[in-house]
């Protein structure tokens, strides 16, 4: 059954401290992972693609990377208005189209 | 920059009513989709369509139905509304084609049904 798991759930960082955000999935045959930025009450806002294992991508204090299992999103001196739901979801060559989300992360970036 | 609207922020209908969602889209992408939002349960897909007229049910179709008569516009259809479609409701769009997945989406409809 194709599955994305995103972890942990909720994460609390202080300002300044990195960390990393996990989106472990299994499907067959992968055509892109797709991270998102989701503010409370507001669409997704889309964030990065990857298409292939060893991609890396970043945007400010943002970066995404792609193994055959996993994506990380490492978040680098975090700053209180990273503070969002960050979803991972795939997309399969046969699914038209069609995303498979992840539950996301909550993060909390405290001053 | 892509551009997905959505006609309404919040709305609060009775149940038994009919409720239409608008989406609207201005990068003449070929893709539209409608997603509901739960807490828990993430984002699961209702419906989608690839082109005008064209529509396939997506995970939780039951309940709704959809219409696209143009290519820029996808409604979403709550025949008889029911309290168990309280729910935070999400348009997204994309480009067809081997390379260009990615969806982009709207604001967010969220539906309270007494």
């Known amino acids: 059954e194709d599955q994305v798991t995103q972890s942990p759930e909720a994460l609390r960082l202080q300002e300044g401290e990195s960390s990393s955000l996990n989106c472990s999935y299994t499907?067959?045959?992968?055509?892109?992972l797709f991270w998102y930025r989701q503010d409370p009450g507001k669409g997704p806002e889309f964030l990065f693609t990857?298409?292939?294992a060893g991609e890396e991508k970043e945007k400010e204090r943002l970066k995404a990377t792609l193994t055959k299992k996993e994506s990380f999103l490492h978040i680098t001196a975090p700053k209180p208005e990273d503070s969002a739901t960050y979803l991972c979801?795939?997309?399969?060559?046969?699914?038209?189209?069609?995303?498979?989300f992840g539950q996301g992360t909550t993060l909390q970036v405290k001053p | 920059d892509v551009k997905v609207t959505q006609s309404s922020r919040y709305l609060v209908k009775r149940t038994g009513e009919k409720v239409f969602l608008e989406c609207v889209q201005d990068?003449?992408?070929?893709?539209m989709f409608w997603y509901r939002q739960d807490p828990g349960l993430g984002l699961r897909l209702i419906y989608f369509?690839?082109?005008?007229?064209?529509?396939e049910k997506g995970d939780i179709p039951e309940g709704y139905s959809v219409s696209r008569e143009k290519k820029e516009r996808f409604s979403l259809i709550l025949e008889s509304a029911s309290t168990n479609q309280t729910s935070m409701y999400l348009c997204?769009?994309?480009?067809?084609?081997?390379?260009?997945?990615?969806?982009?989406f709207g604001p967010g409809t969220r539906l309270t049904v007494l």
């Open positions: 997204a769009s994309s480009l067809a084609g081997a390379t260009r997945g990615t969806q982009y």
């Open positions: 499907v067959s045959g992968l055509r892109g």
């Open positions: 990857l298409y292939s």
């Open positions: 979801a795939v997309q399969k060559w046969s699914n038209t189209g069609k995303l498979i």
């Open positions: 990068m003449d992408h070929e893709n």
């Open positions: 369509s690839y082109d005008v007229k064209m529509k």
